[in-house]
Nanobody
Framework: QVQLVESGGGLVQAGDSLRLSCAAS????????MGWFRQAPGKEREFVTA????????YYADSVEGRFTISRNKAKSTVYLQMNSLKPEDTAVYSC????????????????WGKGTLVTVSS
C-alpha cells in the first residue's frame, strides 16, 4: 500500500516557477515508478511527466519538455516536480501517482493516486 500527498501548489504569474512535492508512505515506494498528471477545468486528465523506480530515466509530455523537471529522493520518499517558465495553460490540478508498470503515460496503469494540488498561473 502506498499513500501519496501532494503539496506546493498555488497562484503564480506567467513566467514564474513553482515546485510541487509528493510525499509517499509505504515500504514499497522505492520499487514504484512515479508520475505526475494534471487536469484542467473541463478537460481530460493528461500525462505530464514520470520517473522510473531507480530515478535514472525520466519522461515528459511535449508540452512541458524543457520547462519541467521531475526528480525523486528515495531517502525522503518524495517526488518533486520543478516547474519553470509557467504558462496560463499550465493551470490545473496536479496529481502524483505510483505504478509498478512501465506504461508511464497511461493513467490506468497507476495503482495509487494522491488527491492533487491546484496550480493557477495568471497572465
Amino acid at each position: 500500500q502506498v499513500q501519496l500527498v501532494e503539496s506546493g501548489g498555488g497562484l503564480v504569474q506567467a513566467g514564474d516557477s513553482l515546485r510541487l512535492s509528493c510525499a509517499a508512505s509505504g515500504r514499497t515506494f522505492s520499487s514504484y515508478a512515479m508520475g505526475w498528471f494534471r487536469q484542467a477545468p473541463g478537460k481530460e486528465r493528461e500525462f505530464v511527466t514520470a520517473i522510473d523506480w531507480s530515478g535514472g530515466d525520466t519522461y515528459y509530455a511535449d508540452s512541458v519538455e524543457g520547462r519541467f523537471t521531475i526528480s525523486r529522493n528515495k531517502a525522503k520518499s518524495t517526488v518533486y516536480l520543478q516547474m519553470n517558465s509557467l504558462k496560463p495553460e499550465d493551470t490545473a490540478v496536479y496529481s502524483c501517482a505510483a505504478t509498478p508498470y512501465a506504461k508511464y503515460e497511461v493513467p490506468e496503469y497507476y495503482n495509487y493516486w494522491g488527491k492533487g494540488t491546484l496550480v493557477t498561473v495568471s497572465s
